[in-house]
């Protein structure tokens, strides 16, 4: 290792504490609970310490004396001392690890739920599971189980060898030796142990995501016969992580038997060192017998010692990771009274440009909504359709400059990004075309994000969605099951709840992203009246594919790679716009 690649290791290592630290900071640990634990534990560790030598007084009193009960009494009382200190030691960590654990995947939760929409599409949500559960419970271990550990473990060391060099201090230099060995073997061994725990952290999140996304698209992987293909994949991964586990074990099983060398050969050498010195009488049988009560004692604990840097170098991917997804930036959901009436104010696009990763989607748009009116958006696939909702709903913002000027989303004169975001968005009304639901009741899905609506608000609600007599005629109305993401419910069903979720806002702005495209024509004609009911009295902005909704709205918008390159009425457009009259003839507008 060069100087260079020395300082910045060491750097990073520095870093990466620095991390767990602030993290478990974050967490507000009951100190007091972990300073009484440790504390307890040191005593407990002291008790440890005393032991040998209690045993080595009263094996020389045998010496000389017959052997009495009472003469075990200061032991057995010891021994009883330090079982009991230990009990209170682990529960105390216990609690405060269940605390840091608990803290910690309260304050990513809430991070999840606040983070920008970009965030989930740029992240599978296994691997958002994954840090949830798997690296919070590492983080959990390193500060209830392997720091205590190490500190009771480096106190145990220390305080056995001061003893020890006290008794003897020519045996005691046999015993040192296994302290060097221990670490030349340990230290290349935890490097590696370090790269393989965290490969098998990111197999398991990938795992994760991998199996989440599978049986969550089972009808897809049936219908198109891809059982054997998606066996296959899953089997990959597995055996990959099963590759993994076998270096793990390999690694293990070489450092076992190694350290059961080294503390052979210290056993044999102290055995047959002390021995000598106990026949020539220049030690007692009873400092040997506590020497090698020491020496049981210490080389696990130097085990421990040892492979600390191992298990930190476990959790360092883990905290990393966490560290770094709390410090990105929330949405701001804002000041709740800086906001405006949707239904009220022109919404204008001025000079937005917009690209997902600065890849333009849209190019320097300029147009604007009135208050009240509906608005198709139409135009061929991956126009930017749907992205221009996305920033209407202010999921995104334009963030592409043209002549070194970043455009502007208005609402009447002010700059949106200075409104409330809470307010923006519990304005608007967002029914998509394919509307999963939450697991729950068909209440609860009504409901979502309104919990004081009452049960007449929701039945009304449901009636103006069309969706009243279908609810009525399920065995328990509005408290029946929708199952996970709403599948024990048809397409039209679940499109009805969600227009009904729709209604039950009583939204100033209402967003329609194809809301009818993948239904049959007669629910489709049904939800339609319930649509056009719902638009009444609000300013609508629909992405049609449909002649229907096209030919109701007030104005349509041709959008073409990005930009606009018609707009009027159904029948302007049908006159002057050539590519509108084609979609149209060529029924892709039905
Ligand atoms: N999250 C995203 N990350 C990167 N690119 C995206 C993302 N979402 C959309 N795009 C890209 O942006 C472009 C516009 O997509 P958009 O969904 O706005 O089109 P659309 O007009 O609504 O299409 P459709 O009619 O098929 O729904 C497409 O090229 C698409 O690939």
């Given at each position: 290792m060069t100087q260079s690649q020395k300082t910045h290791s060491t750097h990073s290592l520095n870093k990466r504490s620095t991390h767990l630290r602030a993290l478990i900071a974050q967490t507000r640990p009951s100190y007091w609970r972990l300073s009484l634990g440790l504390f307890i534990s040191l005593l407990s560790t002291s008790a440890s310490l005393v032991l040998p030598l209690i045993a080595q007084r009263l094996i020389d009193r045998l010496a000389h004396q017959t052997f009495s009960l009472s003469a075990l009494g200061p032991l057995a009382l010891l021994f009883l001392l330090s079982g009991v200190l230990s009990m209170m030691g682990m529960y105390l960590f216990g609690y405060v690890g269940n605390q840091i654990v608990a803290n910690l995947r309260k304050t990513l939760w809430a991070k999840y739920v606040h983070l920008p929409l970009s965030y989930f599409t740029d992240h599978s949500s296994g691997e958002s599971v994954s840090r949830l559960i798997n690296d919070t419970t590492l983080i959990k271990d390193v500060a209830t189980s392997y720091l205590p550990q190490f500190i009771s473990a480096v106190v145990m060391v220390t305080g056995s060898f001061v003893i020890l060099l006290w008794m003897d201090w020519h045996l005691t230099l046999v015993i040192l030796l296994a302290i060097p060995v221990t670490f030349l073997v340990m230290w290349p061994l935890g490097r590696l142990m370090g790269h393989i725990s965290k490969l098998t952290q990111d197999g398991l999140a990938n795992l994760n995501g991998y199996a989440e996304e599978v049986l969550s698209n089972m009808r897809l992987v049936k219908s198109a016969n891809a059982e054997a293909y998606e066996k296959n994949r899953g089997n990959q991964r597995i055996d990959g992580l099963f590759n993994l586990g076998m270096r793990e074990t390999r690694l293990f099983s070489i450092i076992n038997p190694i350290m059961s060398i080294v503390m052979m050969v210290i056993i044999i050498g102290v055995i047959s060192y002390g021995g000598a010195l106990v026949r020539q009488n220049v030690m007692t049988s009873g400092t040997f017998v506590a020497f090698l009560l020491y020496l049981f004692q210490v080389v696990p604990q130097i085990t421990t010692v040892a492979s600390f840097g191992n298990q930190m170098q476990r959790v360092n991917g883990a905290t990393t990771r966490v560290y770094d997804l709390l410090q990105l930036a929330s949405e701001q959901l804002g000041?709740?009274?800086?906001?405006?009436a949707l239904n009220k104010i022109p919404l204008t696009f001025r000079d937005v440009s917009f690209g997902y990763d600065k890849r333009?989607?849209?190019?320097n748009l300029n147009f604007t909504f009135q208050p009240g009116r509906v608005y198709a958006l139409v135009g061929p696939?991956?126009?930017?359709k749907t992205t221009i909702l996305s920033i209407i709903e202010r999921?995104?913002?334009?963030n592409i400059r043209q002549a070194d000027k970043l455009g502007r989303f208005m609402a009447g004169d002010q700059?949106?990004?200075?409104?409330s975001l809470s307010q923006w968005r519990q304005q608007i009304g967002y029914v998509a075309q394919e509307n999963s639901l939450i697991t729950g009741t068909i209440a609860d899905n009504v409901r979502y994000g309104l919990s004081n609506a009452t049960d007449e608000a929701i039945w009304s609600a449901l009636a103006a969605a069309d969706a009243a007599n279908f609810v009525r005629q399920t065995?328990?109305?509005?408290?029946?099951q929708v199952g996970e993401s709403g599948l024990k419910l048809s397409g039209g069903q679940r499109q009805r709840i969600a227009i009904a979720r729709a209604f039950l806002r009583n939204p100033k702005l209402l967003i329609l992203?194809?809301?009818?495209?993948?239904?049959d024509s007669n629910t489709e004609a049904h939800i339609q009246v319930a649509l056009t009911r719902l638009m009444h009295d609000r300013t609508t902005l629909i992405s049609a594919h449909r002649l229907a909704t096209v030919q109701q709205a007030d104005e349509i918008l041709f959008i073409q790679q990005g930009r606009i390159t018609g707009r009027g009425t159904h029948a302007q457009l049908y006159r002057t716009h050539e590519l509108y009259r084609e979609f149209v003839d060529h029924q892709i507008i039905k």
């Open positions: 000041d709740r009274h800086a906001t405006v333009p989607v849209l190019h696939s991956g126009g930017g999921y995104y913002y334009p700059n949106v990004a200075s409104l065995e328990h109305g509005l408290a029946t992203d194809e809301a009818t495209a993948s239904l």
